[in-house]
């Protein structure tokens, strides 16, 4: 059976040439969809098999003899491009520099993003892993400081008019649905935090958006796997430090989103998808001089 997701309804095409095939069987290996299958040493293909094709494309990548060809599914076979080369590929500890560096950034030049430099953002993003092909991730890009600020503004404007959901009476009338946790996060982090962005931004400061020159809002359709957005917005982040920018995630305006009709249609978002995330993107004003060491709540093996 085909998996339905926003850009796909129905399996990819395979086309096998028999004449180059020698069987050696590695495509049916990854394949997990999987309608490639080895049977009695020869390599066959059974569309209808678990989900049939979902274009995921390794069996191209992986096929010495180049003699298998996926169509559908937003794959085909001219996105089999060059593997870079192992000394071109970052190693860990020039990839564990690039995360130690970073830091979330919310003071920024007064510096536009340039077009390309966003361009090779989203196009890092797109290599991201997604859980079914192809990517049900969107974004939404504003890439000026206005628009980020008329952004900035509709979400307070939002946050203002859902304040009530947020007050001490209505945390206590609901305790017994929404449980300790949310109410305790309420209490002391999302009412005190309402308040700064719609108290500051009447003075004319953005405590939400930072003033930022460009910021990316990643959301993906209702069949995709909700950690998609997220997946690809820190792909975006680290993407963002490669290229000497700055970058911070923004959990808050999604949760507005998700029930905001009037914002939804202004941005042209559609309807009935999942939220993700807001990341906020700029050249760095103030200069991080020292990394930190962090530690992760537990790591546990069993
Ligand atoms: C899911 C997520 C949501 C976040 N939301 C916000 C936010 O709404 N506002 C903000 O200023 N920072 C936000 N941040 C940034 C964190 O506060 C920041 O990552 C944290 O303080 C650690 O700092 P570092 O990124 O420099 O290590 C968010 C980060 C993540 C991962």
Redesign the pocket.
């Known amino acids: 059976m085909a998996i339905k997701t926003g850009r796909a309804d129905g399996t990819a095409q395979i086309t096998l040439d028999t004449e180059k095939c020698n069987d050696c069987g590695i495509c049916a290996e990854v394949c997990k969809g999987a309608p490639l299958i080895m049977i009695d040493g020869r390599l066959e293909i059974e569309e209808p098999r678990f989900f049939g094709c979902i274009g995921c494309g390794h069996c191209m990548c992986v096929c010495p003899q180049e003699c298998i060809q996926i169509n559908g599914r937003d794959m085909q076979p001219a996105d089999v491009i060059p593997l870079p080369g192992t000394d071109k590929r970052a190693d860990y500890q020039q990839l564990y520099d690039l995360m130690l560096s ?3 950034v ?1 003071n920024f030049r007064d510096r536009l993003v340039e077009p390309e430099i966003i361009d090779k953002i989203t196009a890092a993003v797109a290599t991201a892993p997604m859980g079914l092909p192809p990517s049900d991730v969107e974004i939404l890009v504003f890439d000026t400081p206005a628009k980020v600020q008329e952004f900035a503004a509709d979400l307070i404007a939002v946050m203002k008019k859902s304040r009530w959901l947020f007050s001490p009476l209505f945390s206590v009338l609901m305790r017994p649905f929404l449980g300790r946790e949310y109410i305790e996060s309420v209490n002391s982090f999302i009412r005190p935090a309402l308040d700064i962005f719609i108290e500051e931004i009447a003075k004319g400061h953005d405590y939400l958006l ?1 003033n930022a020159p460009l910021a990316m809002y990643f959301h993906c359709s209702p069949y995709a796997d909700p950690a998609d957005p ?1 997946v690809a917005a820190t792909y975006a982040m680290l993407a963002a430090e490669s290229l000497g920018l700055g970058s ?5 305006p999604a949760y507005f989103i998700k029930y905001s009709k009037d914002l939804k249609q202004k941005y042209n978002l559609p309807r009935k998808n999942q939220p993700g ?1 807001v990341v906020i993107f700029g050249y760095p004003r103030i200069r991080f001089r020292k990394a ?1 060491r ?1 530690r992760l709540a537990k790591v546990t093996y069993r």
Do not use: A, E, N, W
Request: proline share 0%; with cysteine; glycine share 8%.
């Open positions: 970073r830091r979330s919310r930072y997220l911070c995630m923004i959990g808050t995330i930190l962090r």
